[in-house]
């Protein structure tokens, strides 16, 4: 089973407006950590929000925000007020703690940001 | 700090050629990690190495080697390449624990086997 699924292969978004971007995880750990990564094209990968699974605040970074529903095993990344900078591929990612240090990948969603 | 870098940015090679990416970090990390990215697939993780002295395989390890050198360098080996190695390669590290341990990407390595 994959342990981080991502379901929208491409979303589009008019600037200004706020998007959603979906991710289910699948863990049995008590203890995890949640990750959001964001690659432009020119291709680094760039860290943009963190979720740990004690974390009883959703977590927040500017523009960032990150729904977690524990129960529902889902960390959707909104991003408020979109900019023309913000298209991009987007990826989520999982650190379990029984696994030590290893992450795991959703195969990403690409984010069109329309003027 | 220069962060995680990697050598080279580009190559090309043949089928059965050998190679090694060389991979550094100079943030004192305890873990490093190659990945391997593909069109559609996200990121796969190939071998990681959780400590200075230990590797473990990943997702994908068939046709790699790996060697942590020390705790700064991890480097990953082609011994044959083959058509299907034909990826961009990512390396990272993150601390072992902590908050919120993120890694931190190298610039990725475009390889191409023809």
């Known amino acids: 089973a994959q342990k981080i699924t991502q379901t929208q292969p491409g979303m589009f978004v008019q600037e200004k407006e706020a998007v959603t971007l979906d991710c289910t995880y699948d863990t049995s750990d008590q203890s995890y950590g949640l990750f959001w990564y964001k690659q432009p094209s020119s291709g680094e990968m760039i860290f943009l929000i963190y979720q740990g699974s004690y974390d009883e605040q959703n977590a927040t970074e500017g523009r960032y925000s990150l729904n977690f529903q524990k129960a529902r095993k889902s960390a959707n990344l909104v991003i408020s007020a979109s900019q023309l900078g913000d298209s991009a591929m987007y990826f989520c990612a999982m650190r379990e703690s029984d696994t030590g240090n290893q992450f795991y990948f959703g195969t990403g969603t690409s984010l069109t940001v329309i003027p | 700090n220069a962060g995680v870098t990697q050598t080279p940015k580009f190559q090309v090679l043949k089928t059965g050629q050998s190679m090694t990416l060389q991979c550094a970090q100079d943030?004192?990390?305890?873990?490093m990690y190659w990945y391997r990215q593909d069109p559609g697939m996200g990121l796969r993780l190939i071998y990681y190495?959780?400590?200075?002295?230990?590797?473990d395989k990943g997702e994908v390890p068939n046709g790699y080697n790996v060697s942590r050198l020390n705790k700064r360098e991890f480097s990953l080996r082609l011994e044959s390449a083959a058509p299907s190695q034909t990826s961009v390669y990512f390396c990272?590290?993150?601390?072992?624990?902590?908050?919120?341990?993120?890694?931190?990407f190298g610039p990725g390595t475009r390889l191409t086997v023809l």
């Open positions: 190495s959780a400590s200075e002295g230990t590797t």
């Open positions: 943030m004192n990390h305890n873990s």
């Open positions: 990272a590290s993150s601390e072992a624990w902590g908050y919120p341990n993120e890694q931190f």
